[in-house]
């Protein structure tokens, strides 16, 4: 049986390393990335920022499914010069070139820093204890450019899917952690994402029988502040770490 092909933007990042060598058992993977070295086999180097760069390598890709799209600056700090260029216009390029090509689905990554705001203003943003259980019914709420970069991408997401019936699952993802302890701050026990609830949540957002959905993607810790019912229902997804029992566990 032949594997469906998924394109991993931002391959050789976090995120897009923990997916690279977890999905092959269910997919031809391709990759790309700006810091690619080429020849790789199947990861092409390309600014996302550049649409005939970005053209260029899905012409390097044919009969493409799937996309998980993590490319762009993840700096929570970043400038509006750089999100503006990388998330808005990069996330832009990549799903024009779906379009064109057939993509089924895109897996967008999306940030919870959409709602940041939610959780406190400054000088006491992201410090508030227990702050109230936050939907994606809610209005967005961005903490920095880099959070309304994200919010762009949900919206261009929602608009392919409407004027081009690409579909799209938009994940608003917690804390990954590069050695997935979240011993390390008080905070993670409310918005780690293990690497194992990571894998499994976008592996069915993927291939769940939903055209269009945002979810909220973070472990099941017993003091997150981010609900995840919709993405229980209607992924299926059935988180099984917390970081709390990790803590505990030290």
């Known amino acids: 049986m032949i594997s469906p092909r998924l394109l991993i933007t931002g391959c050789n990042g976090l995120i897009g390393g923990i997916l690279w060598n977890n999905l092959a058992d269910s997919f031809e993977l391709y990759g790309l990335d700006i810091s690619a070295r080429e020849p790789v086999k199947n990861i092409f180097k390309a600014d996302i920022s550049d649409q005939e760069q970005v053209e260029a390598a899905f012409d390097r890709v044919p009969n493409l499914t799937y996309i998980v799209h993590l490319a762009g600056d993840p700096r929570v700090n970043a400038d509006w010069e750089s999100v503006f260029k990388n998330n808005i216009g990069g996330t832009k390029n990549i799903y024009e070139a779906a379009q064109t090509r057939g993509v089924k689905r895109i897996v967008f990554a999306s940030?919870?820093?959409?709602?940041?705001?939610?959780?406190?203003?400054?000088?006491?943003?992201?410090?508030?204890?227990?702050?109230?259980?936050?939907?994606?019914?809610?209005?967005?709420?961005?903490?920095?450019?880099?959070?309304?970069?994200?919010?762009?991408?949900?919206?261009?997401?929602?608009?392919?899917?409407?004027?081009?019936?690409?579909?799209?699952?938009?994940?608003?993802?917690?804390?990954?952690?590069?050695?997935?302890?979240?011993?390390?701050?008080?905070?993670?026990?409310?918005?780690?994402?293990?690497?194992?609830?990571?894998?499994?949540?976008?592996?069915?957002?993927?291939?769940?029988?939903?055209?269009?959905?945002?979810?909220?993607?973070?472990?099941?810790?017993?003091?997150?502040?981010?609900?995840?019912?919709?993405?229980?229902?209607?992924?299926?997804y059935k988180p099984e770490d917390d970081a709390s029992s990790k803590s505990h566990s030290a």
């Open 111 to 236: 940030s919870n820093h959409t709602s940041g705001a939610c959780e406190g203003f400054p000088p006491s943003l992201h410090t508030q204890p227990n702050p109230a259980r936050i939907t994606t019914e809610m209005p967005i709420r961005p903490d920095s450019f880099y959070g309304v970069s994200k919010a762009a991408g949900e919206a261009i997401a929602r608009m392919y899917y409407e004027l081009h019936a690409l579909e799209s699952i938009c994940l608003r993802i917690g804390s990954v952690l590069k050695d997935d302890d979240p011993r390390t701050d008080a905070r993670y026990e409310s918005t780690w994402l293990s690497h194992r609830d990571l894998i499994q949540l976008v592996r069915k957002s993927l291939l769940a029988d939903v055209k269009f959905g945002i979810y909220y993607g973070v472990s099941k810790n017993r003091k997150r502040f981010w609900d995840i019912s919709n993405a229980e229902a209607e992924l299926d």
